[in-house]
Every structure is written in structure tokens, then in C-alpha cells.
């Protein structure tokens, strides 16, 4: 029997209800609408941590936050978990071809990939970017910025337009 394709994808603090498939009378993602129409979607997924490294690193490991430790933001942090037990060694045991792009931002060590085969991390892009665009230039809630703004600047100095065309 052939294995399916999988293609997991997450994004930070995000309702399920900002999604056009979800019937947002205003906001338009039809890319996601059409992974969701195509694929499996999961509408009654919740998140074990409203903060987004504790939430990352649960789906990665399998604990939930308040069972390791840590239901918050710590950098000093490092999650004691057999790494063999990581998503990305999981899923490479049985047989996948795995990817990691963008950033991790786990309890774990800063570089650790999570088992995954390969890692395609937003380093080189980010310095392309500060080369073309100053840093008190950049809009929108990329650096936690309050106010929320479309951004002027073309796709392809966009961190997910950089992240699609990697995957």
C-alpha cells in the first residue's frame, strides 16, 4: 500500500475561525482553503498552550506542556525527551522522506531538528531581507508590533511566500 503525502503545516496564533474554508466573512486564503478541501482537516483541534513555543514543542513531542514543565516561554529551557520519540524521527522510522522548514522554536537545544532529515531554516533568507529592507521599515506583526498592516513589500521578501516556494 502507498504511504500518503503529508504536509503538516502550523502557524502562530491563529483562529480556526480567520480562515476563508471556516466561512470568515472578510479574510481570503485560498490556498489554505484548498489544502483543507483536498486533504484532512481537523476541526476540533485545540491547542495544549495558548503560547506558541510551548505549543510547538507539544505537537513535536507528543506531552503536553504542563506535563514537561514548561507551559510558558523560557530560552534557558531544554525538554528532556528521548529524541528517537520526536515527530520528525517518527515519521523518518516509518520510511518518510521529512523536511523542516522555517523555524523550530522548541524546549530543545536551539539547532536540535527534531529528527527530521533536513532543515531549511529562515537564516539566509532573513539576511536577504535586512539587505533589501531596513528593520524600522518593516510592517506588519512580523517583530509583535501592536498594529497590524498589509505589507508593502513584494512576495517574495514575505517570510511565508519563502517558506511555500522551499516546501
Not at 534557558?76 to 522522506?97: K, V
Not at 521529512?98 to 529562515?122: A, D, M, Q, Y
Request: charged share 25%.
Amino acid at each position: 500500500m502507498k504511504k500518503p503525502n503529508i504536509l503538516f503545516v502550523t502557524t502562530d496564533q491563529q483562529r480556526a475561525d480567520s480562515l476563508g474554508c471556516e466561512g470568515h466573512p472578510c479574510v481570503r486564503t485560498p490556498h489554505l482553503d484548498l489544502l483543507a478541501a483536498e486533504g484532512v482537516r481537523f476541526t476540533q483541534a485545540y491547542s495544549d498552550c495558548p503560547v506558541c513555543i510551548p505549543a510547538r514543542t507539544t505537537l513535536v513531542t507528543g506531552l503536553q506542556s504542563h506535563r514537561y514543565g514548561m507551559p510558558e516561554y523560557s530560552e534557558s529551557y531544554r525538554i528532556e525527551r528521548d529524541r528517537e520519540l520526536f515527530l520528525g524521527s517518527l515519521m523518518t522510522a516509518a520510511g518518510y522522506q521529512t523536511c523542516l522548514i522555517g523555524k523550530s522554536h522548541w524546549h530543545t537545544e536551539p539547532h536540535f531538528r527534531g529528527g527530521f532529515e533536513t532543515w531549511v531554516r529562515f537564516e539566509g533568507f532573513e539576511r536577504e531581507r535586512r539587505e533589501k529592507v531596513p528593520r524600522g521599515a518593516w510592517p506588519g506583526i512580523g517583530g509583535n508590533e501592536l498594529s497590524a498592516s498589509l505589507s508593502p513589500f513584494p512576495p517574495e521578501l514575505c517570510t511565508t511566500n519563502w517558506a511555500v516556494t522551499k516546501a
